[in-house]
């Protein structure tokens, strides 16, 4: 079988690459990594106008083919025909911005400088209209020497023509040039700076007056009083939004899987399979699937965030703040992405130059509260802590949640503080980031993100918990227990559960507790639904309490100390393998994923047991 | 002048850059942001916190660095 031929979309940071392979490819895309790098590899189908496959792939957004970082290695020995696993592309579509020539042109000219077949998609040409540009596409594909389509990739426009120059390209050059092989033009990045400046110059004309949007959005962003305001207000509208707006879909998720449990408890027979399905898998997987609307809100906020430009803002501002603990401003955005997931936030550190300041963010990102933990936290606080008032319009609980949001908050920063001065010692080498301009994502652009997520989520709940939760469910009902004993401590788990407990008692734990604490190592929010199995077999014996909910057993079931101690727990202990498995690609080797999982226990341990003690010599 | 004194929305030329005195990375960094002996740059916009870092627009890219790099970029600025 003849393969697609491989078309590479290469382009500066910022220039709107992901939103022209989204408008290239649409849905049919496949993200995968590198083989030996931390390099993401995302790959898509499109068609040309005569019907002809394309494989597309968007090659890491860099400055230069300078490999400084792993990104800017895998584009540099892609478009040369040397990454192991890919093939040569048999053209490129060089993607630059409109608004930004003079910088974009400069890489634009490194890349058609290799000789391969190129076609450049002129993007952003709407937002260089906004600023007062006027760029002149026929002089500048005359000035470069190869065809130039006007683009605007968030709106779709100009992908139909950029197809067509693209069909054209791979006709009439595609085999010969190959042959041949591409190399580098060894010129100096000043010269072709230089270079570049004199064609944008040529190409642009500027309509004097015309005000630059995102300069005046800057001065109420970036101001000095309102510039952080806005950014609270922010965060605090993004976590507001996370229980407020999730409430409605997850009500439904909870009766759509009451329902499904009914129903199979209807139609099989009671036996082996029917407890299997009921109580192992619906209950299990529902505890945890109810949590997806919460976290597809996080990552909502996230992606808007990002597509927007604000971000970089976040970051700039932020800059000094994680300055005081070693780190740059760079930092706060995967810390940021690591409130949805620190999978996406360690992985986001690989835009963090400095090795050192990318070990410590990658150390401390699973500190900041991830979305996983949010549904351990709402079950025990909707359990423990009562609904009681404690200001007008502030409640006890949400108040305790907040808690735990600025506790992992402060953890992590204590904990970089302390890394960067012991493990992570190291000069630092300040903060330099391009600051992109405002943008309106398209709504299509957002969702796919989104419908990704949303497929990586019910993966893992498919998989990973759905597992945990089955092999948890078939340990704790075997041996069955004689009357007059509990099963979940006659049981296999419960005869582990029970060697745990002598580990964890001291800091106020239970049995329970310990039965859910190894299949929580697969993923936090199996903590809940392996609470829910154990509760939900131990209620098997005692028909009248099948019917109560998980929260109402646990407040009866639980000391307010011991749940005080549980949250403690969940703030510092470094539960979840995807984590220490990122973990372990990103630093190439086991050594940090062992230190972070060890500092980890060992903080939540203490942190643990001493909220566990005060809370009760309190009386509480 | 260096590029740190250089009051906010006020151009000014390049005139030296201490390419010697950086780390080798942070050069790179620089020149990739379009940072060249006789750019014209301005510098936008202040971080609030202690001032630092700062935005500067170079060419038509607005770039933020700390303090500490731009002491190594001098500036002259342009007779209005």
Redesign the interface.
């Not at chain 2, 936008?44 to 202690?50: R, S």
């Given at each position: 079988m003849n393969p697609a031929p491989m078309v590479a979309l290469v382009g500066n940071p910022n220039a709107g690459k992901s939103a022209l392979f989204n408008a290239l490819t649409g849905a049919r895309q496949k993200v995968g990594n590198y083989p030996g790098v931390t390099v993401e590899r995302k790959a898509g189908r499109m068609s040309l106008p005569d019907g002809r496959p394309i494989e597309l792939v968007d090659l890491p957004g860099t400055y230069s083919l300078e490999p400084a970082s792993p990104d800017e290695q895998v584009t540099r020995d892609v478009v040369l025909g040397k990454q192991s696993g890919e093939r040569l592309p048999s053209a490129l579509v060089i993607v630059i911005d409109a608004t930004n020539l003079d910088n974009h042109l400069r890489f634009a000219l490194q890349l058609i400088g290799l000789g391969l077949p190129v076609v450049v998609a002129l993007n952003m040409v709407d937002m260089a209209a906004r600023d007062g540009l006027t760029i002149d596409a026929a002089r500048l594909a005359k000035e470069l020497g190869v065809p130039v389509i006007p683009t605007v990739a968030v709106r779709r426009r100009g992908v139909e023509e950029l197809k067509a120059a693209l069909s054209e390209k791979l006709i009439g050059e595609g085999a010969t040039r190959i042959a041949a092989g591409p190399g580098i033009v060894d010129e100096d990045i000043v010269v072709l700076q230089r270079r570049a400046r004199k064609i944008a110059l040529a190409t642009t004309t500027e309509e004097h007056g015309a005000r630059r949007w995102s300069h005046r959005i800057d001065a109420i962003a970036l101001h000095p009083v309102m510039g952080p305001a806005l950014l609270a207000i922010i965060l605090f509208v993004m976590f507001q939004a996370v229980f407020a707006w999730a409430q409605t879909p997850m009500d439904a998720i909870t009766a759509l899987f009451d329902q499904i449990g009914k129903w199979v408890d209807t139609v099989l027979p009671a036996g082996f399979l029917r407890s299997l399905l009921s109580e192992g898998v619906i209950k299990g997987t529902g505890a945890v699937i109810v949590f997806l609307p919460q976290i597809l809100i996080l990552f909502f906020f996230i992606l808007l965030l990002e597509a927007t430009g604000y971000m970089v803002r976040a970051a700039f501002m932020m800059d000094r703040v994680m300055a005081r603990v070693g780190l740059s401003g760079r930092a706060f955005i995967p810390l940021l992405s690591s409130f949805a997931c620190a999978v996406p936030g360690i992985m986001a550190t690989r835009t963090i130059d400095d090795p050192k300041d990318r070990l410590t963010t990658i150390l401390i990102a699973p500190l900041t509260t991830c979305s996983a933990r949010l549904p351990v936290y709402t079950l025990i606080i909707g359990a423990c802590i009562p609904a009681r008032q404690v200001l007008p319009g502030i409640g006890l609980q949400g108040l305790v949640l907040f808690g735990l949001y600025v506790l992992g908050v402060c953890g992590a920063l204590l904990a970089a503080l302390v890394l960067r001065r012991t493990v992570t010692k190291g000069p630092s080498h300040g903060f330099m980031m391009e600051m992109p301009k405002y943008q309106l994502p398209s709504i299509r652009d957002v969702a796919l993100g989104l419908w990704t997520r949303c497929l990586i989520f019910l993966k893992r709940a498919g998989t990973i918990i759905l597992a945990s939760n089955v092999i948890l469910w078939v340990l704790a009902s075997y041996p069955v227990a004689p009357a007059g004993q509990k099963q979940t401590e006659y049981s296999i788990a419960g005869h582990i559960a029970s060697a745990i407990e002598v580990v964890v008692k001291p800091i106020g734990f239970n049995h329970n507790i310990a039965l859910a604490l190894p299949p929580a190592m697969a993923a936090r929010e199996v903590a809940v639904s392996a609470l829910a199995t154990t509760y939900a077999i131990d209620a098997g014996d005692n028909e009248d309490a099948t019917d109560q909910a998980l929260s109402g057993r646990l407040s009866k079931d639980w000391p307010l100390p011991t749940a005080l101690a549980f949250l403690m727990w969940f703030v510092f202990a470094p539960q979840c393998l995807s984590t220490i498995a990122v973990t372990r690609r990103e630093t190439n080797g086991w050594k940090w994923p062992a230190f972070m999982v060890s500092y980890l226990f060992v903080l939540a341990y203490v942190a643990a047991g001493a909220t566990f003690w005060i809370a009760t010599w309190a009386g509480l | 002048m260096r590029l740190d004194q250089l009051p906010l929305n006020r151009p000014a030329k390049v005139s030296a850059i201490a390419w010697d005195e950086m780390?080798q990375?942070?050069a790179?960094?620089?020149?990739?942001?379009?940072f060249?002996e006789g750019v014209t740059v301005e510098a936008?916009?202040?971080?609030?916190?202690?001032k630092?870092?700062i935005?500067c627009r170079v060419?038509?890219?607005?770039?933020?660095?700390?303090r500490?790099?731009a002491q190594q970029i001098s500036v002259e600025a342009i007779a209005a």
């Open positions: - | 780390a990375t942070t790179k960094r620089l020149r990739e942001l379009g060249d936008v916009h202040v971080a609030p916190f202690g630092d870092p935005a060419g038509r890219m607005t770039v933020a660095l700390r500490a790099q």
